[in-house]
C-alpha cells in the first residue's frame, strides 16, 4: 500500500501567489481531512471530506482557502492570494469509514510564502 | 474552551522512569480516541487507541475516563527513542472529523 500521498513536499512561493496542494488519499478510505501544522498553533483542521463530500469546513481560515475532492481519488487545496502568514506544513490524512477510524497522514507539504 | 487539551510540556525525563499524560476533552458525545505519536518534521502516526476498559501496548498503557473527560497515556522504563509529541486525538462518530490535541513534547535524558 502507497500510503497517502501528498505533492509537492516543500513549496516556496512569493506573497500573491496562487499555491495548490495535492493529495492522494488510500484506496478504499472514505474521509479525507486537511491540517494545517505550525508551532504556534499546532494540528488545525482545516476541511474534512466523506464520500467525497465536504462536510466540515468552519477550520478554513478564510476565502483565500479552497479545497476539492473532484473523486475518491484526489484532493486539493488552494490558497489564492497566499501570504507569508499562511507558511506551515499541510498535512493530508485519511481514514476508512470504520469505528475505529485510525487517520493515516501523508509526509505533508510544507509551504513557505515569502 | 478548546475540544482537546493537552499540557505542551516539554516533560524531560530521565530513561527508564516512569512518565504519564493527560489530556481532556470539551465534547461528552466523543466516541473514539487515540494517541498518536509526531517525530520531529514527519507527520503523526498512530500510538494506540484508547479503549473504554484502557489497554496497554508493551510498555504503554492508555486509559479513559469518561466522568471527567480524559485520557491519559503511561510510558514505562521510558527508552530515548520515544522522545517525540504525543498528541491526543477525539472523534465523535464514524465518518466525523478527528481532532488533535497541541500534543506534549517529551525529551528521555540519557
Redesign the interface.
Known amino acids: 500500500d502507497a500510503g497517502v500521498i501528498q505533492s509537492p513536499r516543500h513549496e516556496v512561493t512569493e506573497m500573491g501567489q496562487e499555491v495548490t496542494l495535492r493529495c492522494k488519499p488510500i484506496s478504499g478510505h472514505?474521509?479525507l481531512?486537511w491540517?494545517r501544522q505550525t508551532m504556534m498553533?499546532?494540528?488545525e483542521?482545516l476541511i474534512?471530506f466523506?464520500?467525497n463530500v465536504p462536510?466540515?469546513d468552519s477550520g478554513m481560515p478564510e476565502d483565500r482557502f479552497s479545497a476539492k475532492m473532484p473523486n475518491a481519488s484526489f484532493s486539493t487545496l488552494k490558497i489564492q492570494p497566499s501570504e507569508p502568514r499562511d507558511s506551515a506544513v499541510y498535512?493530508c490524512?485519511s481514514?476508512r469509514?470504520?469505528?475505529?477510524?485510525?487517520?493515516f497522514?501523508?509526509?505533508?507539504t510544507r509551504l513557505t510564502v515569502v | 474552551r478548546k475540544e482537546v487539551e493537552q499540557d505542551p510540556g516539554p516533560f524531560n525525563v530521565p530513561e527508564g522512569a516512569t512518565v504519564a499524560f493527560n489530556c481532556t476533552y470539551s465534547n461528552s458525545a466523543s466516541q473514539?480516541f487515540?494517541w498518536y505519536r509526531q517525530d520531529c518534521r514527519?507527520?503523526?502516526?498512530?500510538l494506540m487507541?484508547v479503549y473504554s476498559s484502557g489497554n496497554e501496548d508493551g510498555r504503554f498503557t492508555a486509559q479513559l475516563n469518561r466522568a471527567s473527560q480524559y485520557i491519559s497515556l503511561l510510558i514505562r522504563d521510558s527508552k530515548l527513542s520515544d522522545s517525540a509529541t504525543y498528541?491526543c486525538?477525539v472523534?465523535r462518530a464514524?465518518?466525523d472529523?478527528?481532532?488533535?490535541?497541541?500534543?506534549t513534547r517529551l525529551h528521555i535524558l540519557p
Open positions: 472514505n474521509s481531512f491540517y498553533r499546532g494540528l483542521l474534512y466523506n464520500n462536510i466540515d498535512f490524512a481514514s469509514d470504520t469505528l475505529v477510524m485510525e487517520a497522514f501523508g509526509q505533508g | 473514539s487515540f514527519k507527520e503523526p502516526k498512530l487507541s498528541l486525538v472523534s464514524r465518518g472529523k478527528i481532532i488533535f490535541g497541541k500534543g
